[in-house]
């Protein structure tokens, strides 16, 4: 898959006006990530003792297509965040270890591809808002990354102003980072990523030390990017079911290092006892609507509280006799 030359600015992207043909489209797009029977053991303090430690990936087969969002859920341990690093390279070529295996991005493979080479396709959005950030200007931030590349300066500041309106940030252009909330300071952090117009985004965990304001912030910012560039793909690491259930085209699961479960948020929530058993969160009104489908043997199924309200209303409502 050839990089893209730019992302593609408003006015330039597919519209789906339904989920269905969203999934025709994607599964008509090449694949953005393949990952192959993955398996990794980070290094052990002991190197005679290394073959003893457990897997912290195994076994991981995963396709994901241009345009896609698949969402990635999990318990604790489960091997999220070293999902993520294996992206871009850094598992392994950082964190040494034991690696069986193959994640290609494109025909590039994270194993053989260094690490600054990969950064240009898969960028990558660290749950600690702090992490993404240098502690310079929301300018300089987000001029760093292209300035290493050698972008062309007109380049450079193109690249800053797009990347600020779709995060919602260009009145805070100037402004230090310090002074910016947590939900700002991720919003920057994204704009910094998508300054280096990657095919890939990688978000671990990006609304876990946010508050409820900044997590509807970047739940907005990721349903923004999406409408805008049609061609970008996301993988998003995320605990919370609601805001999977909202943005994801398919949520793969893990528990004890491998994938347990992967479908699309409907069919993967339908059901929703084995998700509890492993201590996964699911939405709640996905919840109600399996026990309203259990004890009244009505065919509901939503697995959002808009669509949830909207459903039980117009069951509700009285029926208008002629």
């Given at each position: ?164 309106d779709v995060v919602g940030m260009t009145d805070a ?150």
């Amino acid at each position: 898959m050839a990089s893209r030359a730019a992302m593609h600015e408003p006015g330039g992207y597919d519209s789906c006006n339904t989920e269905s043909s969203r999934s025709a489209i994607l599964v008509s797009k090449p694949f953005a990530v393949r990952i192959d029977n993955l398996h990794y053991r980070y290094p052990a303090f002991d190197p005679s003792a290394e073959a003893d430690t457990a897997w912290a990936l195994e076994g991981i087969s995963l396709d994901v297509r241009e345009g896609e969002l698949l969402g990635v859920t999990g318990t604790t341990g489960s091997g999220k965040t070293t999902l993520c690093l294996a992206l871009n390279g850094i598992v392994p070529q950082q964190t040494g270890g034991t690696i069986r295996g193959d994640v290609w991005i494109g025909e590039w493979n994270t194993k053989r591809v260094p690490i600054p080479q990969l950064s240009t396709r898969v960028g990558v959005v660290f749950q600690d808002p702090e992490a993404n950030l240098l502690g310079l200007t929301v300018e300089d931030e987000l001029a760093f990354g292209p300035e290493n590349l050698g972008v062309a300066p007109d380049d450079i500041e193109r690249r800053i102003a797009w990347a600020l309106d779709v995060v919602g940030m260009t009145d805070a252009r100037f402004r230090s980072v310090q002074q910016l909330s947590g939900g700002q300071k991720q919003r920057v952090g994204i704009a910094g990523v998508l300054t280096m117009r990657p095919d890939i985004i990688v978000l671990d965990e990006p609304t876990a030390e946010l508050d409820p304001e900044g997590r509807r912030e970047i739940t907005q910012v990721i349903s923004d990017l999406r409408q805008r560039d049609a061609h970008v793909t996301i993988v998003l690491v995320e605990r919370d079911p609601e805001v999977l259930a909202r943005l994801a085209d398919r949520i793969a699961v893990l528990d004890g290092a491998k994938v347990v479960a992967i479908a699309d948020p409907i069919s993967l929530y339908r059901d929703p006892q084995p998700l509890i058993e492993r201590g996964i969160d699911v939405p709640a009104a996905a919840s109600i609507a399996a026990g309203l489908r259990a004890s009244t043997g009505h065919p509901l199924e939503f697995i959002e509280s808009d669509d949830a309200v909207r459903t039980l209303a117009d069951l509700l409502a009285p029926v208008t006799r002629p």
